[in-house]
Every structure is written in structure tokens, then in C-alpha cells.
């Protein structure tokens, strides 16, 4: 049974930083592309990050700059960086292993 579990969201002021975590079981996670998607109320789910099984990164433009994607293969996580929050980060965040399976998301408000 495949699970993606994400952790680490919560409310933060704007300016702030936050981390996020995503650990996955029942896949081979390092051959697995990782990407972290969210999804505001009443907006389409978008991308923010991915990294492929090889480390290459990419970032919606929207966060290039400010959020870093990493992965760690011997513990089976994918991380989400996020400084410098703006109001408009606030979404709920799902972790996603390419081309497959979605977390339960973890919501991030940016809000004074």
C-alpha cells in the first residue's frame, strides 16, 4: 500500500519561513520523480516543485528564489523550503510521486 505523508504546514506571518516534509512508503521511492503541488481555495491544483530521481529541480516562477525541493533517498522524504511567505503561498501543499500518487495535503496560511 502505497502512503505519501506530509507534515510541517501551519500559520505563519508573512516573511516567514516554513519546512515541509513528505515521507512515502510502499514504492521504490529513489527512482521515483517528487514534486510538491498546492492548491488555494477555489484556484486549480498547481506545480511549485519538483526534483527528478536525479536531483534536477524545477520551480514554478512564482517561487524561484524563495523555496528549495530536496529529497533524502535513505529516508524515503522529499523537503519543501518555503522563506519569505507571501499571503498568496497560502494553499493547501500535496506531496506527489511522479506519475502516481498524491499526499492528503497539509495546509499553509500566510497571514499576520
Known amino acids: 500500500q502505497v502512503q505519501l505523508v506530509e507534515s510541517g504546514g501551519g500559520l505563519v506571518q508573512p516573511g516567514g519561513s516554513l519546512r515541509l516534509s513528505c515521507v512515502a512508503s510502499?514504492?521504490?521511492?529513489?527512482?521515483?520523480?517528487m514534486a510538491w503541488y498546492r492548491q488555494a481555495p477555489g484556484a486549480q491544483r498547481e506545480l511549485v516543485a519538483r526534483?527528478?530521481?536525479?536531483?534536477?529541480?524545477n520551480y514554478a516562477e512564482s517561487v524561484k528564489g524563495r523555496f528549495t525541493i530536496s529529497r533524502d533517498n535513505a529516508k524515503n522524504m522529499v523537503f519543501l523550503r518555503m522563506e519569505s511567505l507571501k499571503p498568496e503561498d497560502t494553499a493547501v501543499y500535496y506531496c506527489?510521486?511522479?506519475?502516481?500518487?498524491w499526499g492528503q495535503g497539509t495546509q499553509v496560511t500566510v497571514s499576520s
Open positions: 506527489y510521486a511522479d506519475s502516481a500518487y
Open positions: 510502499g514504492i521504490n521511492f529513489r527512482f521515483y520523480g
Open positions: 526534483i527528478t530521481s536525479g536531483s534536477i529541480t
